[in-house]
T-cell receptor
Framework: QKEVEQDPGPLSVPEGAIVSLNCTYS??????FMWYRQYSRKGPELLMY????GNKEDGRFTAQVDKSSKYISLFIRDSQPSDSATYLC????????????FGTGTQLKVEL | GAVVSQHPSWVICKSGTSVKIECRSL??????MFWYRQFPKQSLMLMAT?????????EQGVEKDKFLINHASLTLSTLTVTSAHPEDSSFYIC??????????FGPGTRLTVL
């Protein structure tokens, strides 16, 4: 079993839709949770960074962490074609500047 | 955010040759640099972690004699793929860490070994 599981998609939604992306994990030592966006042939870009359980909102993006269920989510409101990318969840036991364990990424396409 | 550059952005080489990839933090000092490898439609897999002036720590299954990492300064790390073979063809991404919370990724280098 992989430490981090993420549905690879692809996920196709119409413009303006609410998108829900999810990851599950098995390592209870993970305390720090991140969502990265990666465009084709580019490096990952940090979108959201959370510590422990709870919600965090930044513009159209909301990250949720449920440590009791070992489940994290990223919600994108009012999705735009420019949101089309691969979204990677990542986790760490000791902070985002340390070793990260990534999910496989979910490919998202937002269509006009 | 902080900027990390990689050079070259893509490289094609013959089997058996060595390839060096540079990773630079342009506007910050990276106390730790990480090297990842990403195969098509797969996640980033950490290869090694390096701290400036010390030997790199390699992940299980990564051959340290094949993937040579040098972290000569707080702004430069290099990855050398020695005696490259077609199975080494991949997307190599570096990142620089400034502390416990943050890690900035480079744009990646696509290596194709013929």
């Amino acid at each position: 079993q992989k430490e981090v599981e993420q549905d690879p998609g692809p996920l196709s939604v119409p413009e303006g839709a609410i998108v829900s992306l999810n990851c599950t994990y098995s390592n209870s030592a993970f305390q720090y949770f991140m969502w990265y966006r990666q465009y084709s042939r580019k490096g990952p870009e940090l979108l959201m960074y959370t510590y422990s359980s709870g919600n965090k909102e930044d513009g159209r993006f909301t990250a949720q962490v449920d440590k009791s269920s070992k489940y994290i989510s990223l919600f994108i409101r009012d999705s735009q074609p420019s949101d089309s990318a691969t979204y990677l969840c990542a986790m760490s036991a000791r902070g985002g500047g340390n070793k990260l364990t990534f999910g496989t990424g979910t490919q998202l396409k937002v269509e006009l | 955010g902080a900027v990390v550059s990689q050079h070259p952005s893509w490289v094609i080489c013959k089997s058996g040759t060595s390839v060096k990839i540079e990773c630079r933090s342009l506007d910050f000092q990276a106390t730790t640099m990480f090297w990842y490898r990403q195969f098509p439609k797969q996640s980033l897999m950490l290869m090694a972690t390096s701290n400036e002036g010390s030997k790199a720590t390699y992940e299980q299954g990564v051959e340290k004699d094949k993937f040579l990492i040098n972290h000569a300064s707080l702004t430069l790390s290099t990855l050398t793929v020695t005696s490259a073979h077609p199975e080494d063809s991949s997307f190599y991404i570096c990142s620089g860490g400034t502390g416990a919370d943050t890690q900035y990724f480079g744009p990646g280098t696509r290596l194709t070994v013929l």
